[in-house]
Structure formats: structure tokens, C-alpha cells
């Protein structure tokens, strides 16, 4: 909320008559996992510069502002700021603006937009926003739902939105903020789409406004058909035929009868050339509507649309037609739920009542939690009747079992024994973690520092305690599943050395004296101001100490020992892997 997060709001396709005349927002998305990178640079450097050169070529008079979210602390969804209000000439402070930001928080993208239509609100004029976001909303709340509500008001307010580096799952979940505001969604994987997005549309020059408005340029929409003739129950699979041009996004759903929107579907499955679909019936019995949904050059499209009666079920399991590998999901039942009753999940073709690879016991609640297995294929899942004569399945529906995906941002460089803020997305399965281990390893086990994600205070952030030797590292999202633990991603980590330390301490005290040490150092988590023999090789043992971080940056006062002697104050730096002596001086205790 995997982030993901970076510049979130950029205009997209709007004309360049409409720009010069239009006060438009840029919103920011300065979330922490804009520190993730594509070929090997993280997205919030592509996204300053591009920005930084789109600006440099704005038509004169071109009213621009920056919002951005997320710059300031983690974990806050109210984090939100009009940075630069829209304005003449403000390309050069924008760009400064982007440049300094940090990328630290959470993705509060639909209160931005919300913010950032009634920033705009207070001229007549045309208001655009322009989000890049390389996240999907991580605040509660619902972009579909917002672009309804802007649309509602009758004001002339656009929203394009660019997705940076999202999977077509993530794009489908803020594209609707594009389309129902009458935007245009467009996907950048890489800087020179991202380049030439903004370089076409942002520093487009302004044209002369026509005396009689041009009709938009017209979409050449293809043909499509969709029908079934299954009548399925509650929860079941059934199949569904069509025809149409099979894009890459195009998709068949399910929608209550007569919806008219995109978006929120109850079920959907994208399309692939010469074969049928199966979609998942819902839990409700009635009358629904499936269509063919287009994903064209300028926004999604209802090409075609069909009818199906789905009936009741005394017995039925409501559940996604295919989940991640490894992820958590909610199996709704209908069933007599009594005794020892269980909802499972198999290998496809399974016909024995025991070998399941994950269950629930219905009397556990309702709906039941389940874990996918760990590893891509087709599964059925089962509710198995406990009775005195034995185990029987009442009902089984088909499930498939999807590569599961997971992203880590954070940024490239880290000091020894510092604390490293990670942004992860991925399942958030039970028992799923983020760690530290040494370039080299392999292994699901041994690792030098690690997180489990289901703990994590805000849903999408961890911290981990770096070593106190420099080297190569990894970071790794770690996905515990039935059958084994696997790695989902691994993200190279440089662990570079501090600067020196400084020490200054008095050369000779009495006995028992106050021993008054100026310092600077990393001032990490755990690090300190000691006194020892001298020569002490142990970082333990010590004759008397104080940690950096209760000092404020103050000098520490230490005891001396009460017998005269050859002693040392050193400074301590504490890494996940054990401590080390960055700084030593020598004081005499006569």
C-alpha cells in the first residue's frame, strides 16, 4: 500500500488546449515504496527527472500546483500537503519541491485527490489532476467510490492517472478514478514511458481554442459477444463463451443486473484467445449480468452483455475463483456446520478425506480462513461432512493457485547498525517475514535480522537491524506456505562503514572520579560510551558506560575505578551480528 510510493497523480491524456486553459494538480506519491527500483533505479529518481525536464517545457501560462503525501512521517494516511498551489510559472519551484522531498509513509492517494479537487474548486475554470502512482490505495478507503462522488457534484473536474511500475491487477483498482471522472488510465513500466507520457501531454504547447469545438476524435470500438447457459449455483464455477478482440486487459465479469460502471465487480476473469472463461457465481441468489470488458487506447469498455440466473444451494462455498500461492483468504459456507464439519483444499482430482493441504473447522466461524498452498496449480476446495459413518464431501469447487508476487523498497545504501525502514508488499500471510542475510545465501534459515509482516504496526512496513560489519546484502520477502517456505523477491542491499568517531576524554583522572567523554558517532540503536581495562578486546565487561541515544548528543560522564591504573573510554556500535569497537582513548586513573 503494497507502493507503490511516488508521484501519484499526473495528467495523463488530457489535450493541449485543454492544459493552457485548465488549473491542474500534480500530487506527489512520496511513499516509501518509491524507493523500489526499475532497471536497477529507484522510481522516485525517474520520477524527479522526469518531472524535472516535463516541467522545464510547460506552456506559458500554464497554471500548475504540487500536493504530496506521504513526505514527512511513516505510517500517518493524514499526511498530506499542498506543497506549491497551482499557479503561472511555478515548473522551477515544483521541481526544487520533488527534489527534496523524502519517501517515508503510506498511500492516502483517494484523500488526496479529494483534497486536491477542492483546492481547485475555487475558480470556474476546468480542474485537472495528474497522479503517478506506482501504489494502490493503503488508507481505508475507495477510489471508485470517490470518482462517483467528484462526478456527482456536476463539477468539471478530470483525473488521469499514469500507474508507474503496477501490475494490471493494481492498475484495474485506481483505474476507475480515471474513467468515471472522464480521465484516461495509463500504464508506465519503465522511465522512457513514463518520459514520454508526461512529455506529450504536461509540456504540450497550448493550440488556439477553436471557434466551434471539434468533436473529440472518435474510438474505433470492436465487436464482442458473451453468453452462457450454465445456471449455476451459489458459489459454483460455470463457464462462460464470447467473442471479442482478447487484448491483454480485456476481461469478462459479473455485475449485479443493469450496473452501468466498472469496477467493484463481484467476480472477473481475464481473457485468453480460443478458450471459454469460467467465472464464480456469487453468494446471493437472482439475476446478473456478465460482460465483455475492453481495455481500450482511452479507458475500459462494456463491449457486450449477457444474462444469468444464479440459484440457491443448501450447501455452498463462497470464494475467490483464484488466490496468490501462500496467501490467507475467506471461504464463506452453507452447510450443517456441526461436529467436526471442515472446509478444505486439495489437489484437483483429490478424492480421499484426508491429505488436505489446509483447513478450517466450520464451527471455527463462518467464513473460514484458509492458506493456498505454495505452489501454482489447480486445487478444488471442499466442505466435508463429519458424520458417524465416516467423512463425506457435499460439495467441491474448483481453485486456482496463482504465482504469488512481492515487491521491497527501501533505499540502496544503509550505514553499519543503523535501522532500516523496509516497504514490502506481498500475500501478508501468517508466518510470512522480510529478512537480512549475506549476499551469497540461499537458504530459508540463518538469516541476520528478520520481520514478520503480519506484525507490522501500519500493514506494509519493517524495520531490520543492519550488521556491524560492511558487506553485500539481500533483502528478502520470505513467504511461509503448506509445503515450505519461498522466496518471493530479493533486493540487493549495500552495507557501507560510518565515518570515524570522535572521542575526547580527559588523559588523567583521580580515582573515582567523573570522567567526562565529548563524543560523536552513528548514535544507533544500542550503540555506547564505555570504560575498560585497557587493551580490553571483549565488548563486554565493562567498568562503567552510558548509551548514546539517553545522552541527546550530550557528553557522557562516567565513573572512574577507585583503583589507579591504564584504562580506555571506547565508543560501541551495536549490529544485529554483535558489537564492534568503532573509537578508542586512553585514560589514566592516578
Known amino acids: 500500500m503494497h507502493m507503490i510510493r511516488?508521484?501519484?497523480?499526473?495528467?495523463?491524456?488530457?489535450?493541449?488546449?485543454?492544459?493552457?486553459?485548465?488549473?491542474?494538480?500534480?500530487?506527489?506519491?512520496?511513499?516509501?515504496?518509491?524507493?523500489?527500483?526499475?532497471d536497477g533505479k529507484p522510481k522516485l529518481e525517474i520520477a524527479r527527472q522526469a518531472l524535472r525536464q516535463t516541467l522545464a517545457r510547460l506552456p506559458p501560462g500554464a497554471e500548475v500546483g504540487l500536493m504530496a503525501y506521504g513526505h514527512r512521517e511513516r505510517?500517518?494516511?493524514?499526511?498530506?500537503?499542498?506543497?506549491?498551489?497551482?499557479?503561472?510559472?511555478?515548473?522551477?519551484?515544483?521541481?526544487?519541491?520533488a527534489d527534496k522531498m523524502r519517501f517515508l509513509g503510506k498511500t492516502p492517494l483517494t484523500e488526496s485527490v479529494r483534497?486536491?479537487?477542492?483546492?481547485?474548486?475555487?475558480?470556474?475554470?476546468?480542474?485537472?489532476?495528474?497522479?503517478?502512482?506506482?501504489?494502490?490505495?493503503?488508507?481505508a478507503a475507495d477510489p471508485c467510490a470517490l470518482a462517483a462522488e467528484l462526478e456527482a457534484t456536476g463539477i468539471?473536474?478530470?483525473?488521469?492517472?499514469?500507474?508507474?511500475?503496477?501490475?494490471?491487477e493494481e492498475g484495474r483498482q485506481v483505474a476507475c478514478l480515471a474513467e468515471r471522472t472522464g480521465g484516461r488510465y495509463i500504464r508506465a513500466g519503465n522511465e522512457a514511458e513514463l518520459r514520454d507520457a508526461l512529455a506529450r501531454t504536461v509540456a504540450a504547447p497550448p493550440v488556439p481554442k477553436p471557434q466551434t469545438a471539434a468533436p473529440p476524435p472518435s474510438v474505433a470500438v470492436p465487436r464482442a459477444t458473451v453468453s452462457t447457459a450454465a445456471k449455476p449455483a451459489i458459489g459454483t464455477s460455470f463457464t462462460v463463451k464470447w467473442t471479442g478482440p482478447a487484448a491483454a486487459n480485456d476481461y469478462l465479469d459479473i455485475v449485479p443486473a443493469g450496473t452501468k460502471d466498472i469496477g467493484n465487480e463481484l467476480s472477473y476473469a481475464y481473457v485468453a484467445k480460443g478458450t471459454d472463461a469460467a467465472l464464480r457465481a456469487p453468494g446471493t441468489p437472482g439475476t446478473y449480468d456478465i460482460r465483455y470488458v475492453w481495455a481500450g487506447p482511452d479507458q475500459h469498455r462494456v463491449l457486450a452483455t449477457g444474462k444469468v440466473e444464479v440459484g440457491d444451494s443448501k450447501v455452498a462455498l463462497i470464494a475467490p475463483a483464484s488466490v496468490p500461492a501462500g496467501s490467507a483468504f475467506e471461504v464463506t459456507w452453507k452447510g450443517p456446520g456441526e461436529g467436526h464439519d471442515y472446509v478444505d483444499v486439495v489437489p484437483s482430482g483429490h478424492k480421499e478425506t484426508a491429505g488436505e493441504l489446509s483447513y478450517a473447522y466450520a464451527k471455527q466461524g463462518n467464513p473460514a480462513t484458509l492458506r493456498a498452498p505454495g505452489d501454482v496449480g489447480r486445487y478444488a476446495l471442499r466442505y466435508v461432512l463429519e458424520a458417524p459413518g465416516g467423512r463425506t464431501v457435499l460439495v467441491s469447487v474448483p481453485l486456482e493457485v496463482t504465482a504469488a508476487t512481492a515487491a521491497l523498497a527501501f533505499p540502496p545504501k544503509a550505514k553499519v547498525g543503523a535501522e532500516l525502514t523496509v516497504n514490502w508488499r506481498g500475500p501478508k500471510g501468517a508466518?510470512?517475514?522480510?529478512?537480512?542475510?549475506?549476499?551469497?545465501?540461499?537458504?530459508?534459515?540463518?538469516?541476520?535480522?528478520?520481520?514478520?509482516?503480519?506484525?507490522?504496526?501500519?500493514g506494509e512496513t519493517v524495520e531490520l537491524k543492519l550488521p556491524a560489519q560492511p558487506g553485500a546484502y539481500v533483502v528478502r520477502y520470505v513467504l511461509e506456505a503448506p509445503g515450505g517456505r519461498r522466496e518471493l523477491a530479493r533486493v540487493p542491499l549495500t552495507v557501507e562503514d560510518?565515518?570515524?568517531?570522535?572521542?575526547?576524554?580527559?588523559?588523567?583522572?583521580?580515582?573515582?572520579?567523573?570522567?567526562?567523554?565529548?563524543?560523536?558517532?552513528?548514535?544507533?540503536?544500542?550503540?555506547?560510551?564505555?570504560?575498560?581495562?585497557?587493551?580490553?578486546?571483549?565488548?563486554?565487561?565493562?567498568?562503567?558506560?552510558a548509551y548514546t541515544r539517553t545522552l541527546d548528543g550530550k557528553p557522557a560522564v562516567l565513573t572512574a575505578p577507585s583503583a589507579p591504573g591504564r584504562f580506555e573510554v571506547?565508543?560501541?556500535?551495536?549490529?544485529?551480528?554483535?558489537?564492534?569497537?568503532?573509537g578508542r582513548v586512553p585514560v589514566e586513573v592516578r
Open 6 to 38: 511516488l508521484l501519484l497523480f499526473f495528467l495523463c491524456v488530457a489535450s493541449a488546449p485543454a492544459l493552457a486553459a485548465e488549473r491542474t494538480m500534480i500530487i506527489l506519491d512520496a511513499s516509501g515504496s518509491m524507493w523500489g527500483a526499475i
Open 75 to 97: 505510517g500517518n494516511c493524514a499526511d498530506i500537503e499542498l506543497v506549491v498551489p497551482p499557479a503561472p510559472g511555478s515548473g522551477a519551484a515544483i521541481a526544487a519541491a
Open 115 to 139: 483534497q486536491a479537487a477542492s483546492a481547485l474548486r475555487s475558480g470556474e475554470d476546468k480542474a485537472t489532476v495528474i497522479l503517478i502512482t506506482d501504489g494502490v490505495e493503503t488508507c
Open 156 to 168: 468539471d473536474f478530470t483525473a488521469h492517472v499514469v500507474g508507474f511500475g503496477l501490475t494490471r
Open 431 to 458: 508466518g510470512d517475514y522480510v529478512d537480512l542475510v549475506p549476499a551469497a545465501h540461499r537458504q530459508t534459515t540463518g538469516e541476520t535480522d528478520y520481520a514478520y509482516v503480519d506484525k507490522s504496526d501500519d
Open 498 to 545: 560510518v565515518e570515524p568517531v570522535m572521542l575526547k576524554a580527559p588523559a588523567q583522572v583521580a580515582p573515582a572520579a567523573a570522567v567526562e567523554v565529548d563524543w560523536s558517532g552513528p548514535n544507533g540503536k544500542g550503540d555506547y560510551v564505555d570504560l575498560v581495562p585497557a587493551g580490553a578486546a571483549e565488548t563486554s565487561g565493562e567498568l562503567d558506560y
Open 570 to 582: 571506547r565508543y560501541v556500535l551495536q549490529g544485529v551480528d554483535g558489537r564492534r569497537v568503532l
